[in-house]
């Protein structure tokens, strides 16, 4: 079975930092691209970021300058460094695999794999 552990959640202040990490089994990490969700309470999930060994990185215009993703290939993990963050960043944060060919695009509805969201509380 294919599962996605998201962690690193919390609660922090404004323009304190977090670092999610995503670590996955059951699939052959190379053949995905890893993206990180989240959705805040009355909100639709939104992409934050994407990373695949073959297309690099992509963000959301809303965390670019603040939140980097790393890769580690050989740990199947997928890190999210958040910095800055800000109230409007409170959220359940998750991270998801879609098959590599697919790129790149934050997708909702286009996601092979789930993990189960870690929450992200920031307070001003």
């Known amino acids: 079975d294919v599962q996605l552990q998201a962690s690193g959640g919390g609660w922090v202040q404004t323009g304190e930092s977090l670092r999610l990490s995503c670590t996955a089994s059951g699939l052959t990490f190379d053949d995905y691209a890893i993206a990180w969700f989240r959705q805040a309470p009355g909100k639709e999930r939104e992409g934050v970021a994407s990373?695949?060994?073959?297309?690099?990185?992509n963000y959301a215009e809303s965390v670019k300058g603040r939140f980097t993703t790393s890769m580690d290939v050989a740990k199947k993990t997928v890190h999210l460094q958040m910095n800055n963050l800000k109230p409007e960043d409170t959220a359940v944060y998750y991270c998801?695999?879609?098959?590599?060919?697919?790129?790149?695009?934050?997708?909702?509805?286009?996601?092979?794999?789930w993990g189960q969201g870690t929450q992200v509380t920031v307070s001003s």
């Open positions: 990373i695949s060994t073959e297309d690099g990185i």
């Open positions: 998801a695999a879609v098959d590599i060919d697919f790129g790149l695009e934050l997708d909702v509805s286009e996601q092979d794999y």
